[in-house]
Nanobody
Framework: QVQLVESGGGLVQAGDSLRLTCTLSRSISSFNEMNWYRQAPGKQRELVAQLTSGGVTNYPDSVKGRFTISRDNAKNTVYLRMNILKPEDTGVYYC?????????WGQGTQVTVSS
């Protein structure tokens, strides 16, 4: 079993920045994909950033140019840098990693953006 511990959420104003951190209890290099999802109240969980083991990144249009996913293999950590935050970015943000036969989730961290 792999543990994912997220941190960095909080209450910010529109236009501010935050950096979320997800630290794994095992080597990050054993996974094919590292993802950040978010879930707003009353809505389905949605993918907001993806980083493959090959270094390819993917973002939905709603966050493209504002969010950046990255990793530090030495620290077994995945980051999500969020700039120019908007009220619609509010939600619980979840870290996710998956491999060929594995899929693990963090407990989530709340991000609230006030207008």
């Amino acid at each position: 079993q792999v543990q994912l511990v997220e941190s960095g959420g909080g209450l910010v104003q529109a236009g501010d920045s935050l950096r979320l951190t997800c630290t794994l209890s095992r080597s990050i290099s054993s996974f094919n994909e590292m993802n950040w999802y978010r879930q707003a109240p009353g809505k389905q969980r949605e993918l907001v950033a993806q980083l493959t083991s090959g270094g390819v990144t993917n973002y939905p249009d709603s966050v493209k140019g504002r969010f950046t996913i990255s990793r530090d293999n030495a620290k077994n950590t995945v980051y999500l840098r969020m700039n120019i935050l908007k009220p619609e970015d509010t939600g619980v943000y979840y870290c996710n990693v998956n491999g060929l036969f594995s899929n693990y989730w963090g407990q989530g961290t709340q991000v609230t953006v006030s207008s």
